[in-house]
């Protein structure tokens, strides 16, 4: 690891206005930044300390919809009676995320911008167009079991690892970001995260120094009913393969509402709308849930090695459905 | 930077990139604490921050300072073992040590953390530390002994 300058600003002005020097970095629970630093992936030179910061509430505003604080922890989230309540999804994504030390550190906020798990990406023995703008992609025609099979491209097909942002991605969140100017903005969890296309470096639409302040999260109906599905290799302490965020809402077994986002299987938490459409309006059984699920593949562009991401895809759909409509 | 490490001050002269885990081991003389991975990924680092679990190897030294950290050093009081300690002794919860005191400060925060009710609850909140020899199911007996169900 290089060294750093640590700046532990007094206020958020001082950090905005540091934030958007060359080698700058904000630091809020550290646990990925410390893990990309040790293997020299990423190389800050002044480390931007946000803590106290943010805020770090989860709390139910007017309109009933939820706000989590930027620098609100993994764990405090997960178990946070209304979020368990109607956000299910949301809590049981993150109870499945990491370990328990690790949720008692990391922060939604670092958790959003948590970068990918690829191994080529994270070994600076190996040349990378994420790390190394046109270095190459090894991963292509390497081993790609774990990476993408949609909206992936020729420069990359990593995938965005965490398992919060799945959940918000089937509840239409929306992130409230402040930049060095002071300036704030509302920002659709959609329009969040970029494809990689010919830049696989930029990940994300956030203006240089901008900050994550709160997400914020709208109360639906399908929301109450979500469930969070998650394939792993190992039973526990393991990222996602394949995972899905299934949201719905049924009433007099007609499906009204829903919201499939899926892990594991892009470069951002990626929606099926396709799958939805199957499932608008139609009844809620068996037989049309299989009949949607199985649309999950569409567009899916794989490798030798993780091909069988679209079956499995398939499955997690029609388990969550299961789950959601139980 | 002065840390506050088991109820004591100490002072260090240390770089900013020096992690928690390499301030106590090697400055400030706590060995207690277990270097495996360095990256968050087996929990033998496992200390506490104002009474929460942590991994201290992927926590800054500087950033832990103004809070109390609690170190495996820190659990007994005088020769008097902390009942998890023991429970570990008892039941033999281990076979080459180096994982354990990560397991025991794990297992301390899991039992005020209320997650001791069944053993599926202990393995899954004790799913942070790996122990490459395999003593899992003594090390759930010693946690399942100390939170008082065994
Ligand atoms: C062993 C291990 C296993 C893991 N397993 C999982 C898993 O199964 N599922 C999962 O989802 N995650 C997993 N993680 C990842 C973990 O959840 C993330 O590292 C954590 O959420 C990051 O949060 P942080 O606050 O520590 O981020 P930091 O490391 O502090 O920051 C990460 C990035 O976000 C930026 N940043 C932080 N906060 C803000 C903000 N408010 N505004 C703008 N930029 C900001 C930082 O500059 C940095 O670039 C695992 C991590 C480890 C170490
Ligand atoms: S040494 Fe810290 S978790 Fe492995
Ligand atoms: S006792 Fe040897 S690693 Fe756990």
Known sequence: MEGFTLAQPRSLDDALAAGPQAGAKYIAGGTDLMQLAKDNVETPHHLIDIEGLLPDTISTATDGSLQLGALARMVEVATHADVRSSWPALSEALLLSASPQIRNMGTVGGNLLQRTRCGYFRDVGFSCNKRSPGSGCPAIPGESRGLGVLGVSDHCIATHPSDMPVALMAMDASLQLVSPGGGTRLVPFAEFYRLPGSTPEIETNLLPGELIVAVVVPRSASARRSRYVKVRDRASFEFAVVSAAVALEVTDGTVRNVRIAMGGVAPRPWRLSQVEAALQGRPATPESFQEAASLAGEGAVTTKDNAFKVKLMERAILRGLQLASA | ?150
């Open chain 2, 1 to 150: 930077m002065v840390l506050q490490v088991n109820g004591q001050r100490v002072s260090l002269s240390l770089e900013p990139r020096t992690s928690l885990l390499d301030a106590l081991r090697e400055y400030a003389g706590l060995t207690g604490t277990k270097k495996g991975c360095d990256r968050g990924s087996c929990g033998a680092c496992t200390v506490h921050i104002d009474g929460r679990r942590v991994v201290s190897c992927l926590t800054l030294a500087a950033r832990a300072q103004g809070k109390a950290v609690t170190t495996i050093e820190g659990l007994a009081s005088g020769d008097d073992l902390h009942p998890m300690q023991a429970a570990f002794l008892h039941h033999d919860a281990y076979q080459c040590g180096y994982c354990t005191p990560g397991q025991i400060m794990s297992a301390v925060a899991l039992v005020q953390e209320g997650h001791a009710g069944s053993d599926a609850e202990i393995r899954e909140n004790m799913s942070g530390n790996i122990c490459r020899c395999g003593a899992y199911a003594n090390i759930v007996g010693a946690i399942r002994d100390a939170a008082g169900r065994a």
